[in-house]
């Protein structure tokens, strides 16, 4: 797993062979990585992958059981979470219900010992910012849940922290706003200039936004890398099968040379794909195909083929899903567009088609 | 649906119910409000509306003796519910925000079990307790007292409260660079405070009109509205009683009211 963080860029949070246990049950298990200033990086995983306790320890809401955590070359473990100099959109937002809309921004200010002039109007520029200005003397109770989530922003960078925290902050809201504050966030994010460390269980906004992506199950760390190579590479069968769809299929591998490898998926049909470290010679392994890297025709193509019959076609909007039955083995799904453009053509069920593969579809998985 | 079927109000018997139990409960409440108003010397002839038998506690040959219970009483009742609310309000946090802890089920029982226990036998401990240490009675041993068992009355509606009160705003708090401290003061206190007001309001009510524990504390010569009352009773109901009685329901239903509509203004939605 490599880490893709260049030597010049200076490194923000630095985690160093974290380990967090509650009693007997471990909820991380010995993390390490590095985040680089200047970066939306993504903590992604399903629920109770131990994300949000990672969050919190750098927050400093929880203890760290073993390990060291470093800001900008400090350790904070010691801390705490009001001397250290980050910031958290939580959740639920977390807004103080008695408090205005300005007072909420201006708070972290005031507690800085800055003048209650000097905070209100640094709050009524961070206002600005998330355009909440017309409703600086509002009560939170009196706002739609966007905008809460826009105060709970502009509070937490009002005290231009060196990295902000986000706890999963978009789950709240509806879809279409999700997708809106997903671009709204990102350019928050470019236009600040602040460390922002997302976490969220939702692959897609992970893609959509990050620069890079850990991806965590069972509190530990599965991979981490550029939101492109953790869709394109996926290292093992738990993110090939969280990020995105994928065909896992089951091989043998029978020979690898020249860094291709041979795979037998059973049925008599044999693909061979680029050769993975530490997958040798009579490895039983996962391969992982994207479905949309798949694409359908009558007969035999350049490309490496699979022969099968069509099943069924499911309309997806953007996309039609053709699921092809093969001689042996699980369906697999090839994804379409559904646009002329691509000579898109309805392959009726019954038929028997080539499933085709472009170049680099296939991906060979550790287990 | 459902609804429709099992509604309640559909049940036979349900109206001569309610009326019997609204009758029972404010009937006798009524009559005495009603009577405190009579020009009359006896209490059961109505001669006319008058305010002769406020007047008299105010000014009569017994207004003395009540003004000094009237004193007792509101102090005794100010002090107690302020002391217990402190208290109160400091074991909820202990309690409350302070996660899991050993005993945590045991503490909790603990400050609320003298809710459960019969009145008479805190009385009789409390009285036994006093005389053992040679504590001399008198105002402070009904301070004391009250003080003690206003507590888990206090307690019930702030830990409510604090129950219903997220820990992150504490946490966002402190994440905004408040200490410990600041965020107690600035945000814990304020959601609290509907809590807090309701608990003390509570105390008061129950310190105001006690009576068990008073009349066994209390000293010779040292009396409370409730026992001031208790003692002119057993000489004969005069109609000065039903005034002071009323005054005494009017503050009742004022402070009950101000907790109803403190309890509405839910500042943490």
Not at chain 1, 169 to 174: E, F, G, H, V
């Given at each position: 797993m490599g880490n893709t963080a260049s030597a010049a860029d200076t490194v923000a949070v630095s985690i160093d062979h974290v380990t967090k246990r509650y009693g007997t049950f471990t909820a991380l298990r010995d993390i390490s990585l590095t985040i680089a200033d200047n970066e939306f990086f993504t903590l992604l995983g399903p629920s109770g992958c131990g994300k949000t306790t990672l969050l919190r320890m750098i927050a400093g809401f929880e203890d760290v059981t073993e390990g060291e955590i470093y800001l900008f070359g400090d350790e904070i473990e010691t801390l705490p979470p009001n001397k250290r100099p980050v910031n958290t959109v939580f959740q639920n937002y977390a807004l103080f219900p008695h408090m205005s809309v300005t007072d909420n921004v201006a708070f972290g200010l005031e507690m800085l010992g800055r003048s209650k002039a000097e905070a209100r109007a640094r709050a009524g520029e961070m206002l600005e910012l998330v355009q909440l200005s017309r409703f600086a003397d509002r009560q939170p109770s009196q706002l739609s849940g966007g905008q809460q989530q826009r105060v709970a922003l502009a509070r937490a960078l009002a005290p231009q922290p060196k990295v902000l925290l986000l706890d999963e902050?978009?789950?709240?809201?509806?879809l279409k706003l999700r997708q809106a504050m997903r671009y709204e966030l990102k350019a928050l994010q470019r236009e600040t200039g602040i460390t922002f460390i997302f976490v969220t269980h939702d692959q897609e906004e992970a893609l959509t936004m990050s620069d890079r992506i850990a991806v965590m199950s069972d509190g530990r760390l599965q991979q981490l890398g550029a939101a492109r190579d953790i869709y394109e590479a996926p290292h093992n069968v738990f993110v090939a099968d969280f990020i995105g769809e994928t065909n896992l299929l089951e091989v043998s591998v029978n020979e690898v040379k020249d860094d291709r490898a041979t795979c037998d998926l059973g049925g008599g049909y044999i693909l061979s794909c680029d050769a993975v470290e530490g997958i040798g010679q009579g490895a039983h392994v996962h391969m992982s195909i994207r479905p949309e890297r798949l694409f359908l025709s009558d007969g035999p193509t350049e490309a490496q083929s699979l022969e099968g019959t069509v099943r069924d076609n499911i309309f997806v909007g953007t996309d039609i899903q053709t699921i092809v039955a093969l001689r042996e083995g699980p369906d697999i799904t090839v994804r379409s567009s559904n646009s002329d453009r691509g000579n898109a053509r309805i392959f009726e069920p019954g038929r028997a088609v080539h499933v085709n593969m472009e170049a680099g579809a296939a991906r060979l998985l550790v287990d | 649906m459902a609804r429709r079927t099992h509604d309640i109000r559909r049940y036979p018997g349900f109206l001569p119910m309610t009326i019997l139990c609204l009758t029972l409960l404010y009937a006798p409440l009524i009559v005495v409000t009603v009577y405190s108003f009579n020009a009359s010397n006896s209490i059961t002839n109505w001669e006319g509306v008058s305010l002769r038998w406020y007047v008299d506690v105010f000014t009569g040959v017994e207004a003395d003796k009540y003004k000094r219970a009237a004193w007792n009483s509101f102090t005794i009742a100010l002090i107690a519910a302020t002391t217990a609310t402190t208290i109160a309000t400091l074991a909820a946090t202990g309690m409350i925000r302070s996660g899991t802890f050993r005993l945590r089920t045991l503490s909790f029982g603990l400050i609320s079990l003298p809710l459960m226990v019969p009145e008479i036998v805190t009385a009789v401990a409390t009285l036994i307790f006093f005389n053992s240490i040679g504590f001399v009675r008198g105002y402070t041993t009904i301070l004391l007292a009250h003080i003690a068992f206003c507590i888990p009355f206090a307690y019930m509606p702030i830990s409510a409260r604090m129950q219903g009160i997220e820990d992150s705003y504490e946490q966002a708090a402190m994440d905004l660079y408040a200490t410990r401290r600041q965020a107690f003061t600035k945000i814990l206190l304020p959601l609290m405070m509907p809590g807090i007001i309701s608990g003390f309001l509570l105390a008061f009510i129950i310190s105001l009109d006690d009576f068990i524990i008073t009349n066994f504390v209390k000293g010779a010569g040292v009396e409370t509205l409730p026992t001031a009352i208790f003692g002119a009773v057993k000489q004969g109901i005069k109609p000065n009683i039903m005034a002071i009685s009323t005054m005494l329901l009017a503050v009742s239903v004022v402070m009950v009211t101000i907790s109803y509509f403190i309890s509405k203004s839910d500042n943490a939605k």
């Open positions: 902050p978009l789950s709240a809201l509806d | -």
